[in-house]
């Protein structure tokens, strides 16, 4: 998020009481209550981790887990003999623990896949609202491409997320077809967002979950009209798996349960136009919060969303966090680095067997605050790196220099100087230049 506070909800769990909606309710070594409030069920994820999540109907699985661990505890004081056994089986699944841990470790122990920055203007004057005149819309044109270029080639960077609002690419015209003339300006970038050698190049429609105004599902835009816009742009890019799909940009105040149904409509008319192997991003709701991605049932839900044949692959969770005093991203200073946060998401996803990327974050470039709090924020990330795939950075593009939480180089083609912010932590620590 860029603008607005961000409150961050957490549901706390009793080891008594009802679960509350989204907190843990099973799973192997649980001991608290395997039931939750009403209007929410416990739903079964992996044999160690169940959650409480929209619905009526209980979770076989979850039950059965719940009547395993009992069971175990049961057989645990029958007899010494038995005691014995359990303490024997009691350590070797210890043993197993800790080499599952220790191999994680060691397979996060590398560098992150990808690292970059958002090239912005075609989505100027969008509103968290979704409402984006075109009058605003600012195309990055040659200097975008310049820049791409120089990132690659001078900084060591591999990943570009360029933001374009819905309104943009059909000509305001809710429901059809990409426009001829926009579209042809955008591909242009998308094109040299390819040629520049980048390994990862993310379509970014920058509308908050909305069309002036309305949600998308809930009211407003139908699920068909959303699905129809991502159809039409996976059939121009499903033969190049260099570009990822970052369905929407922050969703906010949504329904999540909704919200995810409306993901899996895009996903699905994805692989039914044929791009079968591009990443596609996953928000959630709270400006798709990395912070908030559990706590308010952001993970629980797409954890639903699935390929046509029922597998997750390539199918990356969309998380965004900033630094500043109430993540807003408008001020220059930083408060956090976020670490916190991104240990609990990296053991949720590890948990869940699924992977991230953080394409949002950033701070005031040359604020030493910052520069400081961002760097240990991607160090986190590089430490789990076998669930985060990367970052971009917010962000350059038609951003002028001043811009608080500006990535845009000064000069010029051949003699380009990054801000501060880029050189140190963005691609610093990607290319090994900062450690």
């Not at 992996?46 to 076989?60: E, F, I, K, L, R």
């Not at 203007?121 to 491409?145: E, K, Q, R, V």
């Not at 220059?332 to 992977?355: E, I, M, P, Y």
Request: aromatic share 8%; charged share 10%; hydrophobic share 35%.
């Amino acid at each position: 998020m860029k603008s607005f506070f961000l409150a961050i909800a957490t549901a706390a769990g009793s080891a008594i009481a009802q679960q509350a909606a989204y907190a843990q309710c099973g799973g192997q070594g649980w001991t608290g209550s395997t039931t939750c409030v009403s209007g929410y069920t416990c739903q079964y994820s992996n044999a160690y981790y169940s959650q409480c999540v929209p619905g009526t109907a209980s979770s076989s699985k979850a039950a059965t887990t719940a009547l395993t661990t009992l069971v175990t505890k049961a057989a645990t004081s029958a007899t010494s003999k038995s005691s014995a056994k359990a303490v024997t089986t009691t350590s070797a699944a210890k043993t197993t623990a800790a080499s599952t841990t220790k191999a994680a470790a060691a397979s996060a122990s590398g560098n992150v896949k990808y690292a970059g920055v958002n090239i912005a203007g075609f989505d100027f004057g969008c509103g968290t609202d979704g409402t984006c005149p075109l009058s605003s819309t600012d195309n990055p044109g040659t200097a975008g491409i310049n820049q791409m270029n120089h990132f690659v080639k001078d900084d060591g960077l591999n990943a570009f997320r360029l933001p374009v609002s819905w309104q943009y690419l059909v000509n305001n015209n809710l429901g059809g077809t990409l426009d001829a003339t926009n579209f042809a300006n955008y591909d242009a970038l998308v094109q040299g967002c390819i040629n520049s050698g980048a390994s990862m190049c993310i379509i970014d429609i920058h509308n908050y979950a909305r069309w002036n105004g309305a949600i998308i599902g809930q009211g407003g835009p139908t699920n068909a009209q959303f699905s129809s816009l991502w159809s039409q742009l996976a059939t121009k890019y499903a033969n190049n798996a260099k570009v990822a799909f970052g369905l929407m940009n922050e969703p906010h105040d949504v329904d999540i349960t909704e919200w995810a149904a409306t993901v899996q409509a895009a996903v699905t008319a994805i692989r039914k136009a044929g791009a079968t192997s591009n990443k596609i991003l996953l928000p959630g709701n709270n400006y798709t919060s990395a912070a908030a991605f559990i706590s308010n049932g952001s993970g629980a839900a797409l954890l639903t969303v699935t390929n046509l044949d029922g597998s997750t692959t390539n199918l990356i969770f969309d998380v965004h966090q900033y630094l500043d005093s109430d993540n807003s991203g408008t001020h220059s200073t930083c408060v956090t680095d976020n670490s916190a946060s991104f240990t609990t998401l990296a053991s949720w996803l590890r948990t869940n067997g699924r992977q991230a990327m953080l394409t949002e974050t950033g701070g005031g470039s040359s604020d030493s605050s910052c520069l400081t709090d961002v760097c240990s924020e991607l160090r986190t990330l590089k430490t789990n790196s076998d669930v985060f795939l990367g970052w971009t950075g917010w962000a350059a593009g038609m951003f002028d220099t001043s811009y608080v939480l500006s990535l845009t180089p000064s000069g010029s083609v051949g003699a380009y100087t990054d801000q501060k912010l880029l050189t140190q932590c963005i691609a610093g620590l990607f290319n090994g230049k900062t450690t």
